[in-house]
C-alpha cells in the first residue's frame, strides 16, 4: 500500500544520482541547503527565530526525504517500472502483471530497460512510452497541464478546510456565554480552574 | 418456480407503495390533528372541543399507519420468499431461468450454489433488497421505542425498497426466462468468486451498505418531523456502530479475498469499485466521532446530518459506479444499463434531502460555545476534516480520470501511486490525531496535562522510531529502516512510530482509569481495567478499535519491505528470495467435475532446515472455460511467503512461479479483528451500579462512592 519500492530499494546507495533529473533533484536541494546555511550564519549576528528555522529544517528534512533516493538503473527500473501499467487491460502496475503469456508487459518491461540502458532520463522514459502507449499507460497523473489538479486539489482542500475550522473554533471560542437567571454569576477564571481540578481529581477515569 | 419468484416480487412493490403512500397519509392526518388540537392552524378555529371528532382522525391516521408498518412487515416476508426461490432454483440446476444459466453450473459446489443469489446484477440486486426488508423488519417490530419516529424511519425505508423494488421488476428481472432451447449445463460461476470467502465477502459489504439506510431514515425523519432533542442519535447509535462493523468486516474480506485470490500478491489496488466501499466506510467513520459532539455538547447537527446523507450516498454511488460502467474497473462482472436508474436515484434522493434540510434546518440550529482550542471538540472537528479529506481524495481519484476526459479530451490512469503520494500524509495526519484526542478532556485541556500524558507515549514512540533505524536490516522486515533511502521508508517509519504512540496514549488510558478503580477497590490491575471497560464500554471499546488500527496501520506499512521474484522452476531448480530457499520437488496436473489443475510442489527451507512444503495451483473452470490461480501463502507474524503459479512454459512444459515475500501483511488482518472486538465491546451496555468500596473503620454503614465516567 505505500508503494513503489520492492527488491531494488534495498539495494539503494544513498546519494548517488543518475539522469538529467536526479542532477536537477541534488542542484535543488544543494541549492536549498545552502541557502539554509547561510540563512542560518547571518542570522548568528541577529537574534534567531526559531519558529522559522523549524519550518526550515522542516521543509530541508521533507526534501531530502523526497529526492534523496538511490538511481542506479536497476532501482531506476523498479521504480519506474512501478509508476506505469500493463496495457494489456489487466490493470496492474507493469512490475506487478502476473499472468504469463501476457502479450504486452514483457515487451515493455524490455523497453524500460533498453531506455535506462541508453541513459534516459526519467521525464524521456516516461514520454516515449506515453508517445507509444497513450496516457494512461502511467499509472498516476502527470504533474503537468491540467494533471497537476489531481494533486492540487487534496492538498488545496485540506489548507481550506483546515482554515475553516480554525475561523469556526475562533467564532465558537469568541461567542458571548449564555445568559444565566438572575443571582448567580458565571464562573470563571482562576475559580473555573479550582472547579475543574477538583473536578478531575474526583472523577479521573 | 419462476412464476413464484416474479410473483413474489411484484407483491413486495405492491407491498412497498402501499406502506409508503399509507404512511405518507398517517403522518400527515396525524399532523393535522396535532395542528388542530393546539389550534395552530391559521385562518382555522381550533378543534380542541370537538373531542370526538379528533379522536376518530386519530384513531383513523394509528389505523392506517398501524396498515402500512404491517406491509412493510410484509414485504420482508415477499422478497425473502423470491430470494428463496432463486436459490431453490440454483440447487435445481433450473438453467430455464437465464440468471441460474449465467451464474451456475451442474457441477458447481454446494456453497456456490448458495452463493449464486449474489454473484451476479440481478442476484445481487435482490439480496440487497433483501437485506433492507430485513433491516426494515427489525425497525417496524422495535416501533414502540419511538412509534412517530419510527413511521417516519419507516416511510423513507419503504421509499428506498420501491427503488430496489421497481429494479428488479422492471430493468433487472432475476427471473427472466430464456428463451429459445434451454442449454444442459450453465455456464459457471465466475472462476474468481469460487473462493470461500466470496460466499461471506458480499454479504457483509451489502449489510454495511444497506445498513446505512437505517441511520439515513432516522436522520431524514427527524429533519422533517422537526423531532425534539438528540433521542434519534442515541437510537441510531447501536445500528450505525453495527453498520459500520459489517462494512469493516465487509471491506477487509475484500481485501482478503484479492490477496489470497487474485495472485499479485497485494490486497488493495484502488479500483474504482474498491474505492467505492472505501468512501462510505470513511464518512460513517467520521461520523462516529461527530455524533459524540451531538450527543455530549448539543453541537454539529446540521453537520450529522449531512454526513449521515454523505455515507448513505456514497453507498449509493458505490453501487452506481460498480453497476454503470461509465468509470472502467476490474469489476466489470456486474456492469449494465441500469447506472440510468441509479444516476436518477441519486439525484432524486439529493433534491428530497435538500429540500427538508433546506425547509427544516432551523430547527438543527445549536449554541456552539467553544472554551479552548486545546478540547476534545476540537480534536474531534479535526477528526472529521481528515476523514472527509480522505473521502473527498478518494472520491476525486476515483472521478478524475472521466473529469480529465472531459477537460482536455483523454483519459488518464489514476493507480496507486497517485494515492500514495496524496492519502498517505493524510492518514498520517489523522494517526496523530488518533494519538492525541483521547488525551484531551471536553470544553478545555490545559497544556500541563496534556504535557504530563504525552510526554511518556511520544518518548516511547522516538525510542522505538530510533531502535528500528539503529538495528540490522537482518532482523526482520520492520528493522534497520533507514528513512533517508526511499520516502516509503519515512512513511514507514513515521506510520510505525505513531502507531505506537497511539498504542501508548491508549495503554495509558486503560492504566490510568485501572489505577483509579483498583486504588477504590484494591483489585488487581487487569480486574480493575475490566471493570472499567465494563463501566464504559463505549469509551474503552472505542480505544481497542483505535488499537486495531494501528495494527492494521503497521501491516500497512510493512508494503515497503515487500520482495518478489520469477522464475521458472524445473525438478530440483532452486530459488531464493529473503531468508527461504525454494526447491521444486515435483508438477503435476489433476481434473475435478467442476476444473482441472496444474501445480507445482515446492520444499521450503530456511537456512539449512526445511519448515515446509507448499503447493502453488493454477485452475482451469470447464464450464466458464476460465483460469484462475490459487497462491498458496505461508503466513507469519513477519512476513508471508507467497507463491503463484503463473502458468508452464509453452517450450519446455516447466512451470513458472512467482514468490512474494509480504512483510507484516498478518497484522491487518490481527488487526481487523481487534477492530471487531473492539466494536462489539463498545456495544454492550454499560455496567449500572456504581463501584462500591469497604467503609473506613470510624463509619459504621458501608458508603458507596461514585466515580463518574464519560466519553
Known amino acids: 500500500m505505500w508503494g ?23 542542484e535543488g536541494v544543494v541549492k536549498i541547503l545552502r541557502e539554509c546555511v547561510m540563512a542560518n550564519s547571518s542570522r548568528k549576528t541577529k537574534r534567531s527565530q526559531p519558529s522559522l528555522k523549524a519550518v526550515q529544517t522542516l521543509v530541508l528534512c521533507a526534501l531530502v526525504f523526497a529526492f534523496l533516493g538511490a538511481s ?102 469568541n461567542r458571548p456565554a449564555p445568559a444565566i437567571a438572575d443571582g448567580l454569576r458565571p464562573v470563571r477564571g482562576a475559580e473555573l480552574e479550582q472547579f475543574r481540578d477538583q473536578a478531575r481529581q474526583e472523577t479521573d477515569l | ?50 373531542s370526538s371528532l379528533v379522536a376518530t382522525l ?23 420468499l423470491a430470494s428463496i426461490v432463486l436459490v ?104 474468481l468468486l469460487q473462493y470461500p470467502e466470496m460466499v461471506i465477502h458480499p454479504p457483509m459489504l451489502y449489510l454495511g451498505y444497506v445498513g446505512f439506510t437505517i441511520p439515513f431514515a432516522f436522520a431524514l425523519g427527524a429533519l422533517i418531523m422537526k423531532y425534539p432533542g438528540e433521542k434519534w442519535i442515541n437510537i441510531t447509535r447501536r445500528w450505525t456502530m453495527v453498520t459500520w462493523a459489517f462494512l469493516t468486516c465487509g471491506v477487509f474480506l475484500g481485501a482478503h479475498w484479492a490477496y489470497s485470490v487474485l495472485g499479485w500478491g497485494g490486497y488493495w489496488g484502488w479500483d474504482p469499485v474498491e474505492n467505492a466501499s472505501l468512501m462510505p466506510w470513511l464518512t460513517g467513520t467520521a461520523f462516529l466521532h461527530s455524533v459524540m459532539m451531538q450527543e455530549k455538547r448539543g453541537m454539529l447537527k446540521m453537520w450529522n446530518m449531512w454526513l449521515v446523507f454523505a455515507t448513505f450516498w456514497l453507498a449509493i454511488l458505490g453501487t452506481f459506479l460498480t453497476r454503470s460502467g461509465i468509470i472502467s474497473s476490474v469489476h466489470a462482472f456486474a456492469q449494465s444499463s441500469i447506472g440510468d436508474w441509479f444516476a436518477w436515484f441519486l439525484a432524486i434522493t439529493l433534491v428530497v434531502f435538500l429540500f427538508f434540510f433546506f425547509k427544516n434546518k432551523s430547527h438543527l440550529r445549536s449554541e456552539h460555545k467553544l472554551e479552548s482550542l486545546v478540547s476534545r471538540e476540537s480534536s474531534f472537528l479535526f477528526n472529521n476534516l481528515l476523514f472527509v479529506l480522505l473521502c473527498f481524495t478518494v472520491l476525486w481519484g476515483t472521478w478524475f480520470p472521466k473529469i480529465s476526459e472531459l477537460v482536455q479530451g483523454n483519459k488518464v490512469t489514476v493507480g496507486a501511486p497517485f494515492y500514495n503520494r496524496v492519502a498517505i500524509p493524510v492518514a498520517l495526519l489523522l494517526l496523530i490525531l488518533t494519538a492525541v484526542g483521547p488525551l484531551l478532556a471536553w470544553r478545555k485541556t490545559s497544556l500541563e496535562s496534556l504535557k504530563r500524558n504525552f510526554m511518556w507515549p511520544t518518548i516511547g514512540a522516538i525510542v522505538v522510531a530510533i531502535f528500528l533505524m539503529a538495528t540490522p536490516q537482518k532482523w526482520g522486515s520492520a528493522f534497520g529502516l533507514k528513512p533517508w533511502r526511499d520516502i516509503s521508508y519515512f512513511y514507514s517509519l513515521m506510520a510505525i512510530a505513531l502507531s505506537v504512540l497511539v498504542t501508548l496514549t491508549v495503554a495509558s488510558e486503560f492504566f490510568r482509569g485501572g489505577r483509579v478503580i483498583s486504588k477504590h477497590t484494591r483489585q488487581g490491575m487487569f480486574a480493575s481495567m475490566v471493570q472499567l471497560t465494563h463501566r464504559n464500554t463505549r469509551r474503552y471499546g472505542g480505544y481497542i478499535v483505535h488499537f486495531g488500527v494501528v495494527v492494521v496501520i503497521i501491516g500497512f506499512a510493512g508494503a515497503a519491505f515487500n520482495l518478489d521474484k520469477e522464475q521458472e522452476m524445473g525438478y530440483g531448480d532452486k ?36 519448515i515446509d512444503t507448499m503447493t502453488p495451483v493454477r485452475r482451469f473452470y470447464k464450464a466458464s472455460r476460465q483460469t484462475s490461480t490459487m497462491p498458496d501463502i505461508r503466513s507469519g507474524l513477519n512476513e508471508d511467503l507467497y507463491l503463484v503459479f503463473e502458468g508452464l512454459n509453452p517450450d519446455n512444459g516447466h512451470p513458472i512461479l512467482k514468490a512474494h515475500l509480504n512483510a507484516l501483511v498478518m497484522w491487518i488482518w490481527m488487526g481487523v479483528w481487534i477492530m471487531l472486538i473492539g466494536t462489539v465491546l463498545a456495544l454492550i451496555p454499560n455496567a449500572p451500579a456504581p463501584v462500591r468500596v469497604p467503609a473506613p473503620a470510624r463509619v459504621a454503614s458501608a458508603h458507596a462512592e461514585p466515580i463518574a465516567t464519560g466519553d
Open chain 2, 575 to 610: 530459488m531464493t528470495i529473503g531468508p527461504y530457499t525454494l526447491i521444486c520437488r515435483s508438477y503435476t496436473d489433476d481434473d475435478a467435475p467442476n476444473y482441472a489443475s496444474e501445480w507445482a510442489v515446492l520444499d521450503v527451507y530456511k537456512g539449512d532446515k526445511q
Open chain 2, 88 to 191: 431453490i432454483c440454483a440447487f435445481r440446476d433450473d438453467f430455464s431461468i437465464a440468471y441460474i444459466l449465467h451464474h451456475s453450473n451442474r457441477d458447481l459446489p454446494t456453497p456456490y450454489k448458495f452463493a449464486v443469489l449474489w454473484s451476479g446484477q440481478e442476484g445481487s440486486l435482490l439480496f440487497w433488497s433483501l437485506l433492507l426488508a430485513a433491516y426494515g423488519f427489525v425497525l417496524r417490530l422495535r416501533y414502540k421505542t419511538d412509534p412517530r419516529l419510527f413511521a417516519y424511519a419507516s416511510v423513507v425505508l419503504s421509499g428506498v425498497q420501491i427503488f430496489f423494488l421497481l429494479l428488479l421488476n422492471f430493468a433487472a428481472h432475476p427471473f427472466a426466462i430464456v428463451q429459445g432451447t434451454i442449454p444442459a449445463d450453465g455456464n459457471g460461476l465466475n472462476p
Open chain 1, 72 to 173: 542506479d538503473p536497476v532501482t531506476r527500473f523498479n521504480e519506474i517500472g512501478h509508476q506505469m501499467m500493463c496495457i494489456c487491460g489487466c490493470n496492474q502496475i507493469l512490475l506487478e502483471c502476473n499472468h504469463v503469456g501476457c502479450p504486452d508487459s514483457d515487451g515493455m518491461r524490455n523497453e524500460l530497460m533498453a531506455s535506462l540502458t541508453r541513459g534516459d532520463s526519467d521525464s524521456l522514459v516516461e514520454q516515449g512510452f506515453v508517445q507509444k502507449y497513450g496516457p494512461t499507460v502511467l499509472a498516476a497523473p502527470t504533474t503537468k497541464g491540467f494533471d497537476r489538479a489531481a494533486y492540487i486539489m487534496p492538498f488545496a482542500a485540506l489548507i481550506l478546510g483546515f482554515g475553516l475550522i480554525v475561523l469556526v473554533i475562533r467564532a465558537w471560542k
Open chain 2, 58 to 80: 386519530r384513531q383513523g391516521s394509528e389505523r392506517i399507519g398501524e396498515t402500512a408498518r404491517r406491509a412493510g412487515i410484509a414485504t420482508f416476508g415477499a422478497v425473502l
Open chain 1, 4 to 26: 513503489p519500492p520492492p527488491s531494488a530499494v534495498r539495494a539503494a546507495q544513498p546519494g548517488r544520482f543518475a539522469g538529467s533529473a536526479g542532477e536537477v533533484m541534488r
Open chain 2, 1 to 50: 418456480m419462476a412464476e413464484i419468484g416474479s410473483f413474489a416480487l411484484l407483491l413486495a412493490l405492491a407491498l412497498s407503495v402501499y406502506s409508503l403512500f399509507a404512511g405518507i397519509l398517517a403522518l400527515a392526518f396525524q399532523t393535522q390533528v396535532s395542528s388542530q388540537l393546539t389550534g395552530v392552524v391559521a385562518g382555522r378555529p381550533a378543534l380542541g372541543e370537538d
